[in-house]
């Protein structure tokens, strides 16, 4: 088991061969930075649209969906299949 770890240890922990490539993955990193925290700006803006685009496209889906229940509401009342007062006539079998 020790000698497992051991292993372990030398391949997670950076030799000195390998300074170089950390070194320039910070340089990258430190690059790259500014040009993130600034897209993340820009992410959560375009989050936001989408959210305000979706509850206005729910909105819209509900109000056509009222509009249109109705308007099937009032066809059914002018073809005596719905009463005024919303139950269906009696004897009448909606297929």
């Known amino acids: 088991m020790l000698k497992h770890m ?3 240890q030398k391949g997670l922990i950076p030799t000195p061969g390998h ?3 950390l070194a320039k993955i910070e ?3 430190n690059e790259l930075k500014p040009k993130l925290e600034c897209g993340g700006a820009r992410l959560r803006c375009l989050l936001d649209v989408e959210e305000k685009l979706r509850e206005e496209v729910a909105e ?3 109000t056509a969906g009222f509009a249109l229940g109705w308007e099937i509401r009032k066809e059914l ?3 005596k299949v719905l009463s005024a007062l919303g ?3 009696s004897g009448t079998v909606i297929s």
């Open 19 to 21: 300074t170089e490539e």
């Open 87 to 89: 139950g269906e006539a």
């Open 6 to 8: 051991r292993e372990l």
């Open 27 to 29: 340089q990258i990193f």
């Open 77 to 79: 009342q002018d073809a």
């Open 60 to 62: 819209e889906n509900f």
